[in-house]
């Protein structure tokens, strides 16, 4: 373990120069560095003293035991709140600033000044398929270009806007694209540290060059660190493997054998339209979804017991077989095969060990938790079981990767790259066989776990999210005129 952290550290090209580098240059662009800021009143030579500073009393907040004692307070040590915070802008807690924030922005109230405003009466249709708005996926997301005629029509310049079920933060994104000298301050409120984490990216972009940078050396060292992971030999020839399709073996309900065939894959194309077909063992009709008419008889789910070394206990995991690989062949280009037999008992040999953290936290239960054909009938009781090993080796490297840097914002904005895709590297990415891509094929707002999936390799699902990043983040930095934000979990 200590070894590999060794060569992580020396492989991933991020020493504590090169870091410094992008820190620099973070700071340079956005006057930062080596700059007098002013903050909620206060004047700092520079911004890095302006963090010091706030980070000491927010250091000292978190010792107060009543300040913790607030409902809702997120699990997590004093430290890990540090790494995550950038106060008082934000504070992965409750933001103990808000206060200072109101005092220092808030308009003397006027009690003679009459407040009347007509309803905005107009249709606001506004596309989500802009850079901005697919740079990181939140549930009930709204365009932000959809909130700006609200916030024009109900709110002044210099008043102070509250969205206290912010999300992703796009009521803040949305003050950003106001027209030059029509700035508005805005608070932002969420339960969840995961939503201000994303809008607090949103709102605090890194510098474009910066991340195109850091992230493109991290997606290279991780890729190199996982490398014998996401490679087959072709006839000899190391062929670099896009995604490899996996499906779940299920037993056949006349005979009882395994039932581990591509014809699962055809037969389960569409949700709800699978078909029926003849088991390979007995010729039985058997499908996932028979209907009355087709005389086919369900298949049967089989659960299957290991020991999970990451909870210390033994655990029921659905079974699952890889059928087909697409690879990156160096003499024929990009093409489909049956996975080698080699391949297949290598990844039968790898264990649920990772060399770098993953989570293991139980999942919540829900009201849906405990329903036929949830996740615990799947086996998924915790976190870490939506990945299979060689994805949870690779994403635990990336998360590592990215978690290294020095630089809050550069870091924040890191794991926003590897937190943007993480789904599609899941159990819950289905194989499309008639997709272009493979990537982030999941149902979103549910927690479906197909039968067939694509595992597929940190370079098929990050790259062309990264190059879309960098131009996200240019773009955010264009349309950076809210200065004053406040992101209080
Ligand atoms: C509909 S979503 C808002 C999405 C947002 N419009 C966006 O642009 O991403 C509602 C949010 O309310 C948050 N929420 C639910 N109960 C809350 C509470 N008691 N306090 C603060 N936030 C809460 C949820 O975590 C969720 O992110
Ligand atoms: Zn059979």
Redesign the pocket.
């Known amino acids: 373990m200590a070894e590999n952290k060794k060569v992580i550290e020396s492989s991933s090209g991020l020493n504590l120069k090169q870091q410094n580098a992008f820190c620099d240059a973070q700071g340079d662009i956005s006057g930062r560095k080596d700059q007098p800021v002013e903050c909620l009143g206060l004047k700092f030579v520079n911004d890095a003293e302006r963090r010091k500073y706030f980070l000491e009393k927010l250091r000292y907040k978190l010792k107060d035991h009543e300040f913790r004692s607030i409902e ?1 307070f997120p699990i997590g040590s004093d430290e890990d709140i540090l790494a995550l915070s950038d106060p008082p802008y934000y504070t992965a807690c409750p933001n103990p600033f808000i206060t200072d924030f109101i005092s220092h922005y808030r308009k003397p109230y006027e009690p003679t000044a009459a407040y009347s405003n007509v309803p905005l009466t107009k249709d606001v249709r506004q596309t989500r398929d802009t850079l901005i708005y697919s740079a990181h996926t ?5 365009p ?1 270009q959809a909130i700006v005629d609200y916030i024009q029509h109900y709110t002044e310049p210099g008043d102070i806007i509250l ?9 803040g994104v949305a003050c950003k694209l106001l027209p030059k000298d029509s700035e508005r301050h805005v608070i932002l ?4 540290p995961a ?1 201000t984490f994303i ?1 607090a990216t949103y709102l605090d972009p890194p510098l474009p060059t910066a991340f195109d940078h850091a992230s493109k050396r991290i997606l290279h060292s991780a890729q190199e660190y996982t490398h014998n992971l996401w490679t087959t030999q072709i006839n000899g020839v190391s062929a670099e493997i896009e995604f490899e399709v996996w499906t779940e073996i299920f037993h056949c309900p006349h005979c009882q054998s395994n039932i581990e065939t591509s014809t699962v894959v055809s037969a389960t194309e569409e949700i709800g339209s699978a078909k029926e077909f003849p088991c390979p063992h007995c010729n039985g009709m058997v499908s996932k979804a028979p209907t009355k008419a087709s005389g086919a008889t369900r298949l049967e789910r089989c659960l299957h017991t290991r020991f999970d070394e990451a909870l210390g206990q033994t655990i029921k995991y659905v079974p699952r077989a890889p059928l087909l690989i697409q690879v990156k062949d160096p003499r024929h280009g990009r093409k489909k095969i049956n996975t080698p037999l080699e391949h297949r008992k290598k990844l039968e040999s790898l264990d649920y060990r990772s060399d770098f953290w993953f989570p293991t936290n139980p999942l919540i239960e829900g009201e849906r938790f405990s329903w036929k054909d949830c996740l615990p009938s799947y086996g998924v009781t915790h976190v870490h079981h939506f990945y299979l090993p060689r994805q949870l080796k690779s994403l635990s490297c990336l998360w590592h990767m990215a978690s290294s840097l020095d630089d809050p914002r550069l870091r924040r904005s890191l794991q926003f790259l590897v937190s943007s895709n993480a789904l599609g590297c899941t159990i819950l990415n289905r194989f499309g066989p008639t997709h272009y891509s493979q990537v982030n094929k999941y149902f979103s707002g549910t927690l479906y776990v197909p039968s067939v999936i694509a595992e597929a390799s940190i370079s098929y699902v990050y790259s062309n999210k990264q190059k879309r990043l960098v131009k996200a983040f240019g773009e955010m930095h264009e349309s950076n005129r809210t200065k004053h934000l406040l992101i209080p ?1």
């Open positions: 809702g939140y549930h009930t997301k709204v932000p969205d206290a079920f912010a999300g992703s933060g796009m009521t409120c969420d339960l969840a939503a809008a979990s």
